[in-house]
């Protein structure tokens, strides 16, 4: 059975306007385009209450770092109280929207995802051998760089809030 190392687990939150469709697939691209996931969306949901509405979304991505290792993400996506609103910049009204906004990354790493030393027990015991004295520092090396990539996609979601925010 493949192992899966749960590494990364974060959160922020962010209340203003922000114009949600352009920062959905401001989302989307970036995991896609900078870290090469495969993203599909488990769950899409909107509840609406008068002129506001409630989404959740789930996405969860997969990319195949090495035949051994596989980088595993989920991103969830919590808006309260979305509404459409108008806001005049530099003369100029824009529509965008105002509303809460919850944003939860947990990142994995799953080691023997083909269960390549999984059909024995010796091969189990090969594995741990394997993983402790021939690629520990490689483990590591994935390790930071699934942290790294899940923090980063934090950072830029918040910074794409903070700058639409303030425009």
Not at 65 to 90: A, C, W
Not at 112 to 119: C, I, N, P, S, V
Request: hydrophobic share 30%; glycine share 8%; with cysteine.
């Amino acid at each position: 059975m493949p192992e899966k190392d749960k590494l990364f687990s974060n959160k922020m939150k962010y209340d203003g306007f922000f114009p949600f469709e352009k920062f959905y697939q401001f989302c989307y691209g970036w995991l896609t385009d900078e870290t090469g996931l495969f993203l599909s969306e488990k769950k899409y949901k909107e509840k609406l209450s008068g002129d506001s509405k409630n989404i959740e979304v789930e996405w969860s991505g997969i990319k195949e770092l090495t035949d051994y290792f596989k980088f595993e993400m989920e991103v969830n996506f919590k808006v309260i109280g979305l509404t459409s609103t108008e806001i005049t910049n530099d003369g100029k009204k824009t529509k965008t929207n105002k509303g809460s906004i919850e944003i939860t990354v947990k990142g994995n790493l799953i080691r023997d995802y083909k269960g390549k030393f999984e059909k024995t027990a010796f091969q189990k015991f090969l594995r741990g051998v394997y993983e402790k004295s021939v690629i520990a520092s490689r483990i590591e090396q994935m390790q930071g760089k699934i942290i790294s990539e899940c923090d980063e996609f934090l950072a830029q979601a918040k910074a794409y809030l903070d700058l639409e925010g303030k425009r």
